[in-house]
């Protein structure tokens, strides 16, 4: 009985570590639009505790062939840090054609685990990103799947604090 139970916990523990290394973690739940989101202006001059961020964004293979839309991202952790990108695209230039993958180095605060992502789309183009990945010094790499047109106008995407926020409670209950 015992052997067993040791047994058990270490494939628990080999299934855990290997699961944190080196993988993203996809959260696939459908993006949610945005009334408002408040950018934290003070994080925006803060350059002490600045830290880089790659932001990979895949424009789906059903987006239009190329966009003239301004698109802007923000994404930040459960603990009040945000990371907002104002443009991201460039006029004149091939960013987010259909079927591509740009990749963007973008300075922010340090954060600890991201968990939410929103991207802001004005135009009249109709962008489609596929999914957008974001990792950094101090989170694990996670990808935001999105594969529907940004509305025009607001910010649309994804809110998973409460759950990191919960998982973080119940591990510091232990």
């Known amino acids: 009985m015992m052997k067993a139970a040791i047994i058990l916990i270490f494939f628990a523990l080999i299934a855990t570590v290997s699961e944190g290394r080196g993988r993203s973690r996809i959260i696939p739940r459908p993006a ?5 989101l408040k950018i ?10 600045s830290c880089s961020f790659t932001v990979s964004i895949r424009t789906s293979c059903s987006s239009v062939r190329y966009t003239r839309d301004r698109i802007s991202l923000s994404f930040g952790d459960a603990y009040g840090n945000q990371v907002y ?9 091939r960013t987010f054609e259909r ?15 991201i968990c939410y992502l929103y991207l802001y789309r004005s135009g009249k183009d109709g962008w489609r990103p596929y999914d957008v990945t974001v990792s950094g010094y101090n989170t694990s790499p996670v990808t935001f799947y999105y ?10 995407g994804f809110n998973n604090c409460n759950s990191y926020a919960a998982a973080a409670k119940f591990a510091m209950k232990k």
């Open 32 to 36: 949610q639009p945005l009334s408002s």
């Open 85 to 93: 990108a104002p443009r991201l695209d460039e006029p004149g230039t």
């Open 99 to 113: 079927c591509s993958t740009d990749t963007f180095q973008i300075n922010g605060p340090c954060t600890y685990q």
């Open 147 to 156: 594969d529907v047109v940004i509305p025009r106008d607001t910010w649309y």
């Open 40 to 49: 934290n202006e003070t994080h925006l001059n803060e350059r002490a505790s």
